[in-house]
């Protein structure tokens, strides 16, 4: 008799293609894994409006769908729209009062606004908004990962971010993050489960814990 296979949809960080998920792997019996990507958001278009959207891409029933930083927010905004068997967010933030400081800031000056995002040209800026390094071995290793560079997704994905209204965590929602994360550094709390040693980038970098553990997640 052929087992029921569970889907799995990834939706990688901002800016960052899903190659960043070239390493996670699953029992192939019992879990079929599908990748999703970023498109280019309309003018002005809103985080539930590309919420709608992408969960258009969700091409089954009761799937599990992992989001990783600002892919997490976007998780969590599909949720409110669509039925989930689990949602799993890495590397992200449970509500806006996570966010850290200079991106609270960042809202009440509306200083997002005039960031140089048209200058996002080059692999180490663009890393340092994807995963939030800037150490040359560590860039020239993503460098492959970097995939939309548009200012106009740009300038959306950070007002996003940092305009984000969640007030609370999300009850059914499994949140996952690395105590080492320097751009959500105030993540690890309230039934978090704690990567030791995770950075922003643990999706990567930490691949082996998660092919160990998210069969054990998915299922509990």
């Given at each position: 008799?052929?087992?029921?296979?569970?889907?799995v949809?990834?939706?990688p960080?901002?800016a960052?293609n899903?190659?960043i998920?070239?390493?996670?792997k699953?029992p192939?019996?019992?879990?079929k894994?599908h990748?999703?990507?970023?498109?280019?958001?309309?003018?002005?278009e809103?985080l539930?409006?590309?919420?709608?959207?992408?969960?258009?891409?969700?091409?089954?029933?009761?799937?599990?769908?992992?989001g990783v930083s600002?892919?997490?927010?976007?998780?969590?905004?599909m949720?409110?729209y669509k039925?989930?068997?689990?949602?799993?967010?890495?590397?992200?933030?449970?509500?806006r009062?996570?966010?850290?400081k200079?991106?609270?800031?960042?809202k009440y000056?509306?200083?997002?606004?005039?960031?140089?995002?048209h200058?996002v040209?080059?692999?180490e800026?663009?890393a340092k908004y994807?995963?939030?390094?800037?150490?040359?071995k560590?860039?020239?290793n993503y460098?492959?990962y970097?995939?939309?560079?548009?200012?106009?997704y740009?300038?959306?994905?950070?007002?996003q971010i940092v305009?984000?209204d969640?007030?609370?965590p999300?009850?059914?929602?499994i949140y996952?993050?690395?105590d080492?994360?320097t751009?959500f550094?105030?993540?690890c709390?309230?039934?978090t489960?704690?990567?030791?040693g995770?950075?922003?980038?643990m999706?990567i970098?930490?691949?082996h814990w998660f092919?160990?553990?998210?069969?054990n997640i998915?299922e509990?």
């Amino acid at each position: 008799m052929n087992r029921v296979l569970t889907h799995v949809y990834l939706m990688p960080g901002m800016a960052a293609n899903p190659t960043i998920f070239e390493y996670i792997k699953l029992p192939e019996d019992k879990y079929k894994i599908h990748w999703l990507e970023w498109f280019l958001p309309k003018k002005n278009e809103s985080l539930t409006s590309y919420a709608k959207r992408m969960n258009e891409e969700i091409k089954h029933d009761n799937v599990v769908l992992l989001g990783v930083s600002f892919g997490g927010i976007l998780a969590q905004e599909m949720r409110k729209y669509k039925d989930f068997k689990k949602i799993i967010v890495v590397s992200s933030i449970k509500s806006r009062h996570e966010l850290p400081k200079r991106m609270k800031l960042a809202k009440y000056t509306k200083i997002y606004k005039i960031l140089p995002t048209h200058l996002v040209k080059n692999v180490e800026t663009l890393a340092k908004y994807a995963f939030g390094e800037t150490m040359k071995k560590r860039i020239d290793n993503y460098r492959r990962y970097l995939y939309v560079s548009d200012k106009h997704y740009l300038d959306w994905s950070i007002k996003q971010i940092v305009c984000w209204d969640q007030e609370e965590p999300m009850d059914d929602v499994i949140y996952i993050h690395g105590d080492k994360d320097t751009v959500f550094p105030n993540s690890c709390t309230d039934g978090t489960i704690v990567v030791k040693g995770g950075t922003h980038a643990m999706i990567i970098t930490k691949y082996h814990w998660f092919n160990e553990n998210l069969p054990n997640i998915i299922e509990s």
